[in-house]
């Protein structure tokens, strides 16, 4: 089995190392040179619209799938009619619109979200903060990520400013949150309809980029989180991998967007569960059985931003994994991840504030 991936940063690097184990070949496709993931597997340089190479990429592999959901929907859709594509372009042009996304949730769905409404113009912002009220989160509807296409407005005085940044694309308000935490679903659907759910992973942000996740076996709001990603998976007919995050809001969980593919917050999975995120996405999407999502006593991930830190200072420190994704050191990027595991949750702790010891030197 071959399979291709759009994009060819960590997640297609990661997704690339899974499958070597299960005799899985991948090619990426990507238009930098240096792609991390070319490190480890083939690669097709070029634009994620360029026909050429979709139809070389179609040509040499048996599926098709995508690391993240900012390629170009057409180049998906042109896809599909060349190769097996999993997720289904129908699910790339949901998770990639977050005015679509939230319909779906929300209304179709009856999964609860933040208030929202469709801006596109001056007008429809100042109306929309006086229907929907502030602080308010004026968003664009495609293309961000990591906390950038994002402007939190907290008074009318904002309005100006959050339209002069981010006008002249199509956007979306979303009332704010007031949440206790941020917590995150993956879970992996096959081809024939089996679900297998992780469990919820609790999320802390900075600046818009993820830094720490703990997974939560047993987490009270399992089965809520189960119920939600459980609609969204069989509303979409999804095959593969998908994350839905979401807030806490009292006893409430409360959906904020989903991406459809292998996600940050998962990351943990590949030393804390019986099967990675990353081998059940190649599973579903290459028609094998899914495998076995429980964890493997009690995991947690940092992510590195930046640069990558003292390694034999990491990796002595018991339980600790490194994950260095061959990118050059810069401000604000992920360059790699540790994830931490323990046998109970104390020796996890005590294991987790070595690594954040260790991080702040």
Request: hydrophobic fraction near 40%; charged fraction near 20%.
């Amino acid at each position: 089995m071959k399979v291709g991936i759009i994009g060819g940063g960590q997640l297609a690097r990661m997704l690339a190392l899974a499958g070597h184990p299960l005799g899985i070949e991948t090619v990426v496709l990507d238009p930098a040179a240096d792609a991390c993931a070319g490190a480890v597997t083939q690669q097709l340089q070029g634009a994620y619209d360029d026909r050429d190479q979709l139809k070389a990429l179609a040509d040499a592999v048996d599926v098709v799938t995508y690391e993240f959901e900012n390629v170009p929907e057409q180049a998906v859709q042109s896809l599909a009619d060349l190769a097996s594509v999993h997720p289904s372009p129908n699910a790339l042009a949901t998770g990639r619109d977050r005015l679509r996304e939230k319909t779906l949730l929300s209304t179709t769905l009856g999964i609860p979200t933040a208030p929202f409404a469709t801006v596109d113009s001056r007008e429809e912002l100042e109306s929309a903060t006086a229907s929907i009220g502030l602080p308010a989160v004026l968003k664009t509807r495609t293309l961000g990520y990591d906390g950038k296409g994002q402007y939190v407005l907290r008074s009318t005085a904002d309005i100006d400013t959050a339209w002069a940044e981010l006008g002249g694309v199509p956007l979306i308000l979303e009332g704010f949150v007031e949440f206790e935490r941020e917590v995150s679903i993956i879970a992996a659907r096959s081809r024939n309809g089996e679900i297998r759910c992780y469990p919820l992973t609790e999320n802390v942000h900075i600046s818009g980029i993820l830094r720490f996740s703990h997974c939560r076996p047993g987490d009270p709001q399992q089965a809520a989180a189960e119920d939600y990603i459980g609609r969204l998976l069989e509303s979409l007919d999804y095959v593969g991998v998908v994350a839905l995050e979401l807030f806490q809001a009292g006893d409430r969980l409360l959906a904020n967007e989903m991406a459809p593919r292998v996600h940050n917050s998962g990351h943990w999975t590949i030393e804390g569960a019986e099967t990675s995120q990353f081998e059940n996405h190649l599973r579903a999407i290459c028609g094998l059985p899914l495998g076995p999502t429980t964890p493997v006593g009690y995991s947690a991930m940092f992510n590195l931003i930046g640069d990558l830190p003292d390694t034999a200072a990491i990796l002595a420190i018991p339980g600790a994994h490194l994950h260095a994704y061959g990118k050059a050191a810069r401000e604000g990027r992920k360059v790699g991840h540790i994830t931490v595991r323990a046998e109970n949750t104390t020796e996890l702790k005590r294991r987790m504030e070595k690594v954040r010891d260790t991080l702040s030197t």
